[in-house]
Nanobody, 118 residues
Framework: QVQLVESGGGRVQAGNSLRLSCVASGRTFSRYDMAWYRQAPGKERDFVATIDRDGENTYYADSVKGRFTISRDNAKNTQYLLMNGLKPEDTATYYC???????????WGQGTQVTVSS
């Protein structure tokens, strides 16, 4: 089992920045590809960004490309999401995800709320 705990959410005005963190515990962090998803009220959970085990490859949803940066520190068992130029449409609960396609493991955090006001 892997436990994921997100932090760093909050309420900000449009144009400002936030950095989310996700700390993992339970198993070797570097075995997992990591990702961020988000879910706005009344909507489905959407993909935001992903980073591979070594942190060498990243991929972003078009809606956040150029504004958000995903990163990880395997020594600290932590992944990050730096969100710049926040917009009201970025308002959502942001979830941390750890996945190992080889073993089929898939873990989720409890989420952290991000609210962007105009």
């Amino acid at each position: 089992q892997v436990q994921l705990v997100e932090s760093g959410g909050g309420r900000v005005q449009a144009g400002n920045s936030l950095r989310l963190s996700c700390v993992a515990s339970g198993r070797t962090f570097s075995r997992y590809d990591m990702a961020w998803y988000r879910q706005a009220p009344g909507k489905e959970r959407d993909f935001v960004a992903t980073i591979d085990r070594d942190g060498e490859n990243t991929y972003y949803a078009d809606s956040v490309k150029g504004r958000f940066t995903i990163s990880r520190d395997n020594a600290k068992n932590t992944q990050y999401l730096l969100m710049n130029g926040l917009k009201p449409e970025d308002t959502a609960t942001y979830y941390c995800n750890a996945e190992n396609l080889g073993t089929g493991e898939d873990y989720w955090g409890q989420g952290t709320q991000v609210t962007v006001s105009s």
